[in-house]
């Protein structure tokens, strides 16, 4: 597909899908949300982990404040474009590693933050700037980030839409890495390769079980992790894992 506002290229199993507007930082305007969407839900079938990442200097600055209608008729666009493009990231049937380049504000950071991992170059930041505007985080902000950073950071990013830095954001748990500029593509990259040669079907499984642990008690965990253990114990991966194990080699995943 001919997309205008997103780069989308597979190579080796990695699928990069880059925010393609670096005029306005990347913004998120309908047309984006669209074609992220439709990239993400049409994925060749060799795909085995997805990169998303910004061109420039930004990662994504959030809501385009131009974009007619969809800057003004929120609910509307978030139920309509952002809910199918977040589902499309959640529902993704690759794991996905958000690589943080700059700036990510507002619907932006949220957008990184549903991906499986989050890896931040050294001058990124993250900042919930909708009070500046009078809003509130959405785009999923106020279900992940207590989650992932604990409720007392949730609330002071949120009431003071401070920008945090991307080694802070590190040490809170809110991403996994953080990683020097000069370094960062390579390291993504590396992690990337790590991932599409992996277990395909185990990281899914992983991510199954734990998203389920919020809502889960021990017993419903454990009985959860059984039934995914037992599919996985089926699975082609396990036998070859096994195998390269006791032959002292490297497995060569094939992702089921």
């Keep these: 597909m001919n997309y205008q506002t997103i780069q989308f290229d597979t190579r080796d199993g990695v699928a990069t899908l880059i925010l393609n507007r670096p005029e306005v930082m990347n913004a998120l305007n309908t047309e984006m949300r669209s074609e992220i969407t439709h990239a993400l839900t049409t994925l060749p079938a060799e795909t085995r982990c997805v990169v998303i990442t910004g061109s420039g200097r930004a990662f994504c600055s959030g809501q385009d404040l ?39 504000a507002g619907a932006g950071a949220n957008l990184a933050l549903v991906a499986d991992v989050v890896i931040a170059a050294e001058n990124a930041s ?31 990013m949120m009431l003071f839409a401070d920008s945090i830095p991307a080694r802070q954001a590190c040490e809170w748990g809110l991403i996994y890495e953080c990683c020097r500029d000069d370094e960062f593509a390579q390291f993504v990259a590396t992690r990337a390769r790590q991932l599409a040669s992996g277990p395909t079907s185990a990281f899914l499984s992983i991510r199954e079980a734990v998203r389920a642990s919020f809502g889960n008690d021990m017993s419903a965990q454990l009985k959860l992790e059984a039934r995914l253990q037992g599919r996985a114990g089926r699975s082609h991966d396990f036998r070859e894992g096994v195998a390269a194990f006791l032959q002292k080699r490297a497995p060569e995943f094939r992702g089921n």
């Design 66 to 104: 131009n974009d007619g209608a969809a800057a003004t008729d929120l609910e509307a666009t978030l139920r309509d474009e952002y809910e199918p493009m977040l589902h499309a990231v959640l529902d993704c049937p690759a794991p996905v590693i958000a690589a943080v380049n700059g700036v990510a």
């Design 126 to 156: 993250f900042v919930q700037a909708f009070t500046r505007i009078g809003l509130i985080p959405d785009a999923g902000g106020t279900w992940m980030i207590p989650r992932l950073a604990g409720h007392a950071r949730a609330m002071g």
